[in-house]
């Protein structure tokens, strides 16, 4: 029986899946489970501890081995956007910088040399201010680039931390804005006009390819080889490639960012879809993911730890129940991205102080319109009418956001599967191993081991 280990980074916490396939069923078991969140150095930087990241995932493998299920296959995925450079001995350079540092966002001098319009219409990557085209810029005023060999997604450098290899992942590399919707590579253009060196940007791999084996330096830790795979390393491309979607269906990610789109096999670069701010990202074969970012679960999170953390999400969701409050605020303001306080800002917004119960309502309810609204821009771009929305992540376990998202579209939410993350890339080591022949196929696997529940309005 083969066994695969799915790492899944997220910007909140980590996790190791374990993962079999048994009378054609997918078995899922949760091996390792860690904390993750942005650290803050003496100059005021927001970065992550990734040497602490890959000693958890060392620590997954290891416990794996010590209940004598030591994975054959291994596949990593974190959020997009945030990197690494290597210089000439392949060594780290620095802080791996978290994409909510606003000290790194050099969007107005990567406009000045490119507007946003030219660039949408080449990579039809939505606005953000965190995206690593604009990260690259601060480097590059700092000369850090001119030092540096290699740029791997933090995905990708683990992935070399774990085999010595670099590989440079599709899906994830388009979070960069700087790949072309059309050619499906680096766009080198862009990046002589940005003055980033060609010779950071290597050959794209595909999902469902081979790394390479453990390092011999890795196996003597770990007591056992393996072989590591690339899934969509991007966390939402594994988790959309999980969810048992019917041509044309639209889904929501669900978690500490919700991401609301459809798979398409082209990109839409046009000015409606720009001026809506979608974003064409990667998926697998060169299709696309065209959704939009919303904030998400993170602005409950960071509420959660003004109250000290005293209250589960699950008290927060039965507090919120209760509350009576009709407020609504933009879910996607800036505001929102990285507050000194996300209680305060929620106040300001409102105009008033408020208790847990409102504030957990406020968030609740503004997801719920904001899908919605989204959900209609999405229908006026594609043409199409949606007849449901799918919802996978750990969002989905929040039952009274589905019902206020149910109720806010009028249309059904189909929740599942809920570790549609992990899924999606135990799926594609599945895939490159040979246990399940494709993507359709996997699909039916999943829907038959985990199954959906459906919430109506």
């Known amino acids: 029986m083969k066994r695969y280990l799915a790492i899944d980074i997220g910007a909140s916490s980590g996790r190791g899946m374990l993962a079999t396939l048994e009378n054609g069923k997918i078995v899922m078991e949760e091996i390792h489970r860690f904390p993750n969140h942005p650290q ?12 602490a990241l890959f000693n958890e995932i060392v620590t997954a493998l290891k416990k794996a081995k010590e209940q004598d299920k030591a994975p054959d296959y291994i596949g990593i995925d974190t959020w997009g956007v945030d990197y690494v450079l290597l210089d000439e001995n392949g060594e780290r350079m620095g802080l791996c ?27 039809g990557i939505q606005f953000q201010p965190f995206n690593t085209i604009y990260q690259l810029y601060a480097d590059k ?13 933090l995905p990708d450098y683990l992935n070399y931390r774990l085999t010595g290899l670099c590989h440079q992942e599709y899906c994830n590399a388009t979070t960069t804005g700087l790949v072309n919707a059309v050619t499906h590579d680096w766009d080198k253009e862009l990046i002589d ?17 081979a790394v390479g084996p453990l390092s011999r330096k890795i196996r003597l830790q770990v007591g056992f080889n393996a072989t590591v795979v690339l899934p969509a390393t991007h966390d939402t491309a594994s988790a959309v490639l999980a969810v048992p979607l019917e041509p044309g269906e639209a889904y929501i990610s669900s978690g500490t960012w919700s991401l609301l789109g459809m798979e398409s096999p082209l990109p839409h670069l046009e000015e409606s879809s720009r001026a809506l701010n979608y974003s064409n990202e990667g998926s697998l ?21 003004e109250f000290e953390d005293r209250y589960s999400f699950a008290e927060i969701v039965d507090l919120a129940k209760k509350s009576v409050a009709k407020d ?45 609204k989204s959900l209609e821009e999405l229908e006026t771009l594609t043409g199409k009418k949606f007849p449901a929305l799918h919802i996978t992540g750990g969002g989905g376990k929040n039952e009274f956001l589905n019902e206020l998202t149910a109720k806010a579209i009028n249309r059904p939410v189909i929740v599942g599967p ?31 081991s985990f199954g959906c529940k459906e919430v109506l309005p």
């Open 40 to 51: 803050q150095d003496e100059r005021g930087f927001l970065y992550w501890d990734v040497d």
């Open 97 to 123: 910088h978290s994409y909510r540092d606003p000290l790194r966002h050099r969007h107005e001098q990567v406009h000045e040399t490119i507007p946003f319009e030219a660039l949408y219409s080449r990579t």
């Open 141 to 153: 005023e700092s000369g850090k680039l001119d030092k540096a060999s290699a740029m791997l997604m």
């Open 418 to 448: 809920i570790e549609g993350t992990a899924i999606g890339n135990v799926l594609m080591q599945m895939i490159y191993s040979g246990e399940i022949a494709s993507l359709e196929q996997g699909r039916r696997i999943i829907k038959d």
């Open 193 to 209: 006009k940005l003055g980033y060196p060609r010779k950071l940007f290597g050959t794209l791999s595909q999902p469902g390819e």
């Open 285 to 305: 074969q060169h299709s696309f993911r065209v959704q939009k970012n919303i904030m998400g679960l993170w602005m409950i999170q960071e509420v959660r730890h």
């Open 328 to 372: 609504l605020v933009d879910c996607n303001d800036v505001r929102f991205l990285s507050p000194k306080s996300m209680r305060g800002e929620i106040e300001k917004a409102v105009g008033r102080e408020l208790k847990i119960e409102d504030i957990s309502h406020i968030v609740y309810a503004s997801l719920a319109e904001t899908y919605r």
